[in-house]
């Protein structure tokens, strides 16, 4: 029989390309999504990637009403991915007690559940911001967590923190905190991607919307970096990626007791890119130009950190394997398809 996982923001970016792997990998899927910052069209993708459509209820996490009445409607769910949360760093700046609500309340209801409905274990988004600023590169999990310099990477602490003191204290579930660094790209069949509300605030999804003249031009944030030159420094990980390593994740879980209760991983490629260098990679990739200029360093941005993957690697059985022109290829193939090009 298929095990069945509930994905909780499973109609967004990551979530979306998770219920797909984990379909594909033979698992039942229930989503549950508010549809604040995704559509329900996007079944139709995930339908007509895997041939499944997954259950859909539309509900806020945040209503623990809700989300007891789908745990009795939908019996025998043995894991959940934790996607549903507020994700943007400056809207959380001017909005704290919006993403410590939906954040924390969503872990915490998800969490109070579990136990009573024989749910076994959890995967949760975490972040590479709880690293903040790092003293040295590539970094490990060991790596001290640095004060939140937003409310919305407050949320990634605290959640982090919720999970290990709930374990500690004899809850009979185990969690993987997985600590992405920065997710982009697209399904390659162009049938789901990154939808984003209004003006794009993250680098690709701005970078495609330029080069589709959605956007007159993009600005690069600050070239006096000390980076080899001069623009900002991450590891950019392909979505699809991303995706697989939560099927991997679950799978230890659900199957293996032989494991800690609660475990971490990084997951990036090992590889920093600058912006500059992404922006010449997807031009190489697609032959198409990005209009940008150099303008002033973003506030409160992270001047290099990429991970050091290794215990992914090692311990999860999970590598990074899209090449980056591939990644930029599938951003624009997605971008056309959304711009009806
Ligand atoms: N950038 C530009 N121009 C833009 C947008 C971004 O030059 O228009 C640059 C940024 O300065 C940064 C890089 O592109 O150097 C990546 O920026 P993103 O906004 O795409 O991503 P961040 O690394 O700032 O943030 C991401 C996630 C956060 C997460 C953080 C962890 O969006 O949710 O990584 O470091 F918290």
Known sequence: ???????????????????????????????????????????????????????????????????????EENPGIKGIINFAASKAVGESVQKPLLYYRNNLNTLINLLDLMPEFGVKGIVFSSSCTVYGEPDANPIDETAPIKPATSPYGNTKQISEEIIEDYIKSGAPIKSILLRYFNPIGAHPSSKIGELPLGVPQNLVPYLTQAAAGIRKELTVFGNDYNTPDGSCVRDYIDVVDLAKAHVIAMKRMLDRDDKDAVEIFNLGTGRGLSVLELIASFERATGVKVPHKIGERRAGDIEKIWADPKKANEDLGWTAVVPIDETMKNAWAWQCKVTGK
């Open 1 to 71: 029989m298929k095990e069945k996982i509930l994905v909780t923001g499973g109609t967004g970016y990551i979530g979306s390309h998770t219920v797909v792997e984990l379909q594909n990998a033979g698992y039942e899927v229930v989503i549950i999504d508010n549809l604040s910052n995704s559509n329900a069209q996007v079944l139709d993708g995930i339908e007509s990637i895997t041939g499944i459509r997954p259950v859909f209820v539309e509900a806020d996490c945040t209503d623990a009403a809700a989300l007891r009445k789908l745990f």
